[in-house]
Every structure is written in structure tokens, then in C-alpha cells.
């Protein structure tokens, strides 16, 4: 297993520590449980991408394969080009 050191709030630190004392885990054992959890916070309420979740795929009429050939679709719709006063 490896180590990593990271520097934490105040609040945060006091949090784990009440929390590894309520359950009689160590530190360790506590953030490595946060950690795990962590990526299904994307699905909660206050993460950023929950807000937006809505509009995700919401846009009709573009191509299937837009975000891998964007460069070709831009360039098919004149995007970039110098244009005339």
C-alpha cells in the first residue's frame, strides 16, 4: 500500500477524527471509505454535474460522431475562416 500526505482544512481533519473515534476505525480506514465513495457523488444533489444533467445529450439535430470529428465538422461549416468586412 502506498502513502500520500495531504494537507486538510481544520473542519475536515476534525471531521474524520470524530468520525474514526465514533466507529473505532482509524483516519486511514475513513478516508480511504470517502475516498471510494467518492466518485458516485457526481449522481448527489450539490455535485456540478447534477446541475447540468438535465441539458446532457438535450441538443438534437448534431452528428453522432461530433466530439470526434469536430475538427472535420468545423472546418465543413466554414468555422475559423477569414471572412470580408
Known sequence: ??????RLPESLAASIEAESRARKLSKSDVVR?????APSAAHEPNSPA???ADLIGSVDGLPADLSARKQHYLRATGYGRKRPR
Open 33 to 37: 471509505e470517502r475516498l471510494e465513495r
Open 1 to 6: 500500500m502506498k502513502t500520500l500526505t495531504v
Open 50 to 52: 447534477y446541475a447540468i
